[in-house]
């Protein structure tokens, strides 16, 4: 078992504290919530998550690991303005550079302790080693990551994001296993083709 349930409970608790807390970007909506097209009547079903059940039976993946509740897989989050993201890190592990176009990001360390960093729009980098119940904010919009160094221990994080969709844009996929041209990467990073295709290389699926 990966995590015993007293804990996550509690941390889960808390985190329902966090995503209240977090700022408001979507636009509001004059309804109490929203249905998807033709669904019933909805019931309390409608309105309760069960996609991270699977944490407290689970073993550690082998890789990073994001169990996502945004309103893709919890459609009740549709114009609610708030989602939740469960990150797995085994040791070692990484959670690549990446930004969130949608909203700041609000992550609390249940397990284990994480680097973290992002980078502002000056290019200053901001870095800090977390601590288990610590929280750090990823300011919205701006290129961050996570880093579990402990090659021995994993590491889990529960995020709160104050949009229903916040969005992920992976840096290495948008510029290294999309379809830009390789003459516009390699004049864009001031370095040559085949420096460009190795890079691409190593991120085919
Ligand atoms: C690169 O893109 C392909 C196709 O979209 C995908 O299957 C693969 O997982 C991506 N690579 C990474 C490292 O995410």
Redesign the pocket.
């Known amino acids: 078992m990966a995590f015993t349930k007293k804990p996550l409970f509690l941390l889960l608790i808390t985190s329902l504290a966090i995503a209240q807390m977090a700022m408001a970007g979507d636009p509001d909506i004059l309804t109490d919530f929203i249905l998807p097209p033709n669904s019933p009547p909805p019931d309390p079903s409608f309105f309760t998550f069960t996609g991270m059940r699977s944490l407290v039976t689970d073993p550690i993946p082998p890789t990073f690991k994001v169990i996502k509740a945004s309103m893709e897989q919890f459609p009740a989050l549709n114009g609610q303005s708030v989602s939740y993201a469960v990150l797995i890190y085994p040791g070692g592990s990484v959670n690549p550079v990446h930004t969130h176009p949608r909203s700041s990001e609000l992550l609390f360390l249940a397990q284990g302790s994480l680097e973290v960093g992002f980078v502002d729009s000056t290019n200053k980098l901001f870095i800090q080693t977390l601590q288990q119940g610590d929280i750090f904010v990823f300011p919205k919009g701006l290129v961050h990551f996570q880093y579990n160094s402990d090659a021995k221990n994993p590491a889990l994080a529960i995020s709160a994001f104050g949009s229903a969709n916040a969005g992920t844009v ?1 840096l ?2 948008s510029l290294f ?1 999309s379809t830009i041209n390789d003459d516009v990467l390699a004049l864009s990073f001031k370095t040559d083709v085949a420096t460009i295709q190795k890079l691409k290389a190593g ?3």
């Open positions: 992976s290495p996929n296993n991120l085919k699926g």
